[in-house]
T-cell receptor, first 116, second 115 residues
Framework: DTGVSQNPRHKITKRGQNVTFRCDPISEHNRLYWYRQTLGQGPEFLTYFQNEAQLEKSRLLSDRFSAERPKGSFSTLEIQRTEQGDSAMYLC??????????????FGSGTRLTVV | AQKVTQAQTEISVVEKEDVTLDCVYETRDTTYYLFWYKQPPSGELVFLIRRNSFDEQNEISGRYSWNFQKSTSSFNFTITASQVVDSAVYFCALNPNFGNEKLTFGTGTRLTIIP
């Protein structure tokens, strides 16, 4: 397994268009997370899944955002009617959750979205 | 509420100098994890260290060392004999309670090592 894979690496879209990003986690990891990082800031939590269940969504995740993890494997993050404020790096991470033992995430390289 | 403060926005040092990156955190939880991640220009966040709130022992890994002080809510990171490859943005992060794996990140410190 080569780690967490995100596609595409870069996406430029016109305002108002829909975009979809994909994340393939480490295969044995049961948790998957989406974060957003804007320029000069640290990553901010968006949502996370345990297997196929979406357990928490941040208030940052407006109605235009939707995330899925069918079958508990890869995940997609869709943004509808993109706005210039959506321009950011979208980071995916995965982890193996075992009770209260948290070793930390493995992050992907991110998808950089530019809305023009 | 949880908060992580990295007051140093940018630091530049000459190669081979030592440098310390500061991290101060706030949480009401008595149990928590603290992390440091490195983000090179490629963008991927690279895990450096995890420390739980029960363990205040300092840790050393090669040229890297971490000083955790609960009394001052600080978790500082020192690079000894810095190298150009250490140039990156470094993030401190807090996981406020065991079992909840959501991380709160600081705003990062951009470290530039001048050859």
């Amino acid at each position: 397994d080569t780690g967490v894979s995100q596609n595409p690496r870069h996406k430029i879209t016109k305002r108002g268009q829909n975009v979809t990003f994909r994340c393939d986690p480490i295969s044995e990891h049961n948790r998957l997370y989406w974060y957003r990082q804007t320029l000069g800031q640290g990553p901010e939590f968006l949502t996370y899944f345990q297997n196929e269940a979406q357990l928490e969504k941040s208030r940052l995740l407006s109605d235009r955002f939707s995330a899925e993890r069918p079958k508990g494997s890869f995940s997609t993050l869709e943004i509808q009617r993109t706005e210039q404020g959506d321009s950011a790096m979208y980071l995916c991470a995965s982890s193996l959750s075992r009770g209260n033992n948290f070793d930390g995430y493995t992050f992907g390289s991110g998808t950089r979205l530019t809305v023009v | 509420a949880q908060k992580v403060t990295q007051a140093q926005t940018e630091i530049s040092v000459v190669e081979k100098e030592d440098v310390t990156l500061d991290c101060v955190y706030e949480t009401r939880d008595t149990t928590y994890y603290l992390f440091w991640y490195k983000q090179p220009p490629s963008g991927e966040l690279v895990f450096l260290i995890r420390r739980n709130s029960f363990d205040e022992q300092n840790e050393i890994s090669g040229r890297y060392s971490w000083n955790f002080q609960k009394s001052t809510s600080s978790f500082n990171f020192t690079i000894t004999a810095s190298q150009v490859v250490d140039s990156a943005v470094y993030f401190c992060a807090l996981n406020p309670n065991f079992g909840n794996e959501k991380l709160t990140f600081g705003t990062g410190t951009r470290l530039t090592i001048i050859p």
